[in-house]
């Protein structure tokens, strides 16, 4: 959303929105120049706007919402709107239950870095930039990260088309795991006919019938694929190879894995469009990463502070592998809020079990953003299903940094969507004083 209000903010549009609470990123639009409210109150509204767009994470019981119902005032959805502005473009479309956010702004920072330009859409604050939005006017080359929450993707005309990853999800809104896999058979067919639609290898390729398909990955059998993959003065060095060739040397300075699979991604679009073999290894080389997704807010011999939005099973397990690689048997802390009661029910299996790998577990209450509470499920019976019980402390969010300093832990790892991220740079300044002062 705050990608499209500085969209229109940009073209000249006066812009206003609401929050339900205060982050950085609101603090950051505000100081652009855009209201925000964060109170639900039809009297801070403006009452005649052109547009108003809105996501399913407002409920229906919104006073704003219900005002501008009642007073047929235009309204779309953020996913109708994203497919008004790109009807007319050649856009990359990124799409994935993980690695879609990263994949897209690796992608629009390839095709800036390059000068190749884009227009670009993403899901998350591109480090080197400190935005998740730009445009260029030399360029019709649009970068959007493709939401399957709600469907929304389905509105989307990718010329290319990557799908990352298709971990049953967002199940109150799809009802089954085959309705959700799907959708993403359905965003595929989508692609224009002369279009490209790059897969990762995990998934079973044969789902989609596309002519112009590969796949890609860090096992021997992907049509793009790495080689001599190895870490070096904690980055990732490696070729990648696919069918007409080989960039040589390829350097990711950033954490996890999963994101050298994720640049192969990029880097796959990056060459569909004719990108020069230097300027992708310039561009991958100094990708600075993207705010929340294994993000060091602290880092020193004594200790670290890493941020990252994994709220799903899949994403957990793919954070906890990247710390385990770069900090092998380090006895951290990993504090995770867990996000909307739907998901923590459907998916409280896959959560106990990933969580049961960690070192030393807090649980935050569950952030229910657009959700009522669903009964019996909280953090607390989720701690029960964790196989290791006697790890699992339940700690208020107020309360998070009394503990952290009260038990002397010096690694700490935060996950989740909702506001957990309010909690990390206070962590991170209590730790570095401690430890630097």
């Given at each position: 959303m705050s990608a499209l209000a500085r969209y229109f903010y940009a073209k000249g549009a006066i812009v206003g929105g609401y929050d339900k609470t205060k982050t950085v990123l609101t603090e950051q639009l505000i100081s652009e120049g855009i209201d925000v409210s964060f109170e639900d109150d039809i009297n801070l509204?403006?009452?005649?706007?052109?547009?108003?767009?809105?996501?399913?994470?407002?409920?229906?019981n919104h006073l704003g919402k219900k005002y501008y119902e009642e007073h047929s005032t235009l309204m779309a959805k953020r996913s109708e709107v994203l497919g008004w502005i790109t009807a007319a473009s050649a856009n990359i479309c990124v799409a994935g239950t993980h690695g879609k956010t990263t994949i897209s702004t690796m992608t629009a920072h390839i095709?800036?870095?390059?000068?190749?330009?884009?227009?670009?859409?993403?899901?998350?604050?591109?480090?080197?930039?400190?935005?998740?939005?730009?445009?260029s006017f030399a360029s019709n080359t649009v970068v959007v990260e493709a939401d399957e929450y709600?469907?929304?993707?389905?509105?989307?005309?990718?010329s290319i088309a990557v799908i990352s990853a298709m971990d049953p999800d967002h199940l109150d809104i799809y009802k089954t795991n085959e309705a959700f896999r799907d959708a993403?058979?359905?965003?595929a067919g989508l692609i224009k006919e002369e279009g490209k639609l790059f897969v990762n290898s995990k998934l079973e390729s044969s789902l989609?019938?596309?002519?112009?398909?590969?796949?890609?990955?860090?096992?021997?059998?992907?049509?793009?694929?790495?080689?001599?993959?190895?870490?070096?003065?904690?980055?990732?060095?490696?070729?990648?190879v696919y069918p007409?060739?080989?960039?040589?040397?390829?350097?990711?300075?950033?954490?996890?894995?999963?994101?050298?699979?994720?640049?192969?991604?990029?880097?796959?679009?990056?060459?569909?469009?004719?990108?020069?073999?230097?300027?992708?290894?310039?561009?991958?080389?100094?990708?600075k990463g993207i705010k929340r997704r294994f993000e060091f807010a602290w880092k020193s011999k004594e200790g670290f502070v890493i941020d990252d939005y994994a709220h799903h099973p899949e994403e957990l397990r793919a954070l906890i592998q990247g710390v385990e690689e770069l900090y092998p048997n380090e006895n951290y802390l990993m504090v995770?809020?867990?996000?909307?009661?739907?998901?923590t029910k459907d998916q409280a299996a896959g959560f106990a079990e990933v969580l049961s790998r960690v070192p030393k577990l807090v649980l935050l209450p569950i952030y229910p953003a657009r959700e009522e509470p669903i009964e019996g499920v909280t953090s607390e019976w989720l701690a029960t299903l964790i196989q290791q019980p006697n790890h699992v402390e339940i700690v208020g969010k107020d309360n998070l940094l009394d503990y952290i300093q009260s038990n002397q832990i010096s690694k700490v790892v935060?996950?989740?969507?909702?506001?957990?991220?309010?909690?990390?740079?206070?962590?991170a300044h209590m730790l570095k004083q401690k430890y630097e002062a």
């Open positions: 509204i403006p009452k005649n706007p052109d547009l108003v767009i809105f996501t399913p994470a407002i409920p229906k095709l800036r870095d390059s000068s190749y330009g884009c227009h670009a859409f993403l899901g998350g604050i591109a480090t080197n930039y400190g935005t998740n939005y730009w445009s709600d469907r929304s993707f389905l509105r989307l005309s990718p993403f058979v359905e965003f989609f019938p596309n002519k112009n398909k590969l796949t890609y990955g860090v096992d021997i059998n992907a049509d793009i694929r790495t080689n001599r993959l190895r870490i070096i003065d904690g980055a990732y060095h490696y070729d990648v007409n060739g080989c960039i040589k040397d390829i350097v990711l300075n950033m954490g996890g894995w999963h994101n050298v699979e994720n640049s192969l991604a990029a880097i796959a679009a990056a060459l569909e469009l004719g990108i020069s073999h230097e300027l992708i290894k310039k561009a991958i080389a100094n990708f995770f809020q867990p996000h909307l009661f739907s998901r935060l996950a989740g969507a909702g506001d957990i991220d309010t909690c990390v740079q206070p962590i």
